[in-house]
Nanobody, 123 residues
Framework: QVQLVESGGGLVQAGGSLRLSCAAS????????MAWFRQAPGKAREFVAA????????SYADSVKGRFTISRDNAKNTVYLQMNSLKPENTAVYFC????WGLGGLPRHYDYWGQGTQVTVSS
């Protein structure tokens, strides 16, 4: 049974930083592409960042480029999202996702999902 468990969310002031973690189990983590998506109230789930199985390739939404960094530690079966210079519009539930297919920017590209962690950025 595949499990993805996010942690690290919370309340932060605008301009602050948070580091999200996603611990994976039940899958061959080192073979899976991993991604972060987010969903704000009343909005569709949107792509944030993705990383290839080996970490050699990454992809970011334009809105987070230069501020967010995705990384992974295959020895720990964990993927991270470092978020700097946070803005109120970054407030959302952030989801971790895993794909056996490869890097993708759409939710349908991903096979497994975590339950999400809330990130709230105050102005």
């Amino acid at each position: 049974q595949v499990q993805l468990v996010e942690s690290g969310g919370g309340l932060v002031q605008a301009g602050g930083s948070l580091r999200l973690s996603c611990a994976a189990s039940g899958l061959t983590f080192s073979s899976a592409a991993m991604a972060w998506f987010r969903q704000a109230p009343g909005k569709a789930r949107e792509f944030v960042a993705a990383i290839s199985w080996g970490g050699g390739s990454t992809s970011y939404a334009d809105s987070v480029k230069g501020r967010f960094t995705i990384s992974r530690d295959n020895a720990k079966n964990t993927v991270y999202l470092q978020m700097n210079s946070l803005k109120p519009e970054n407030t959302a539930v952030y989801f971790c996702a895993a794909s056996n297919w490869g890097l993708g920017g759409l939710p349908r590209h991903y096979d497994y999902w975590g339950q999400g962690t809330q990130v709230t950025v105050s102005s």
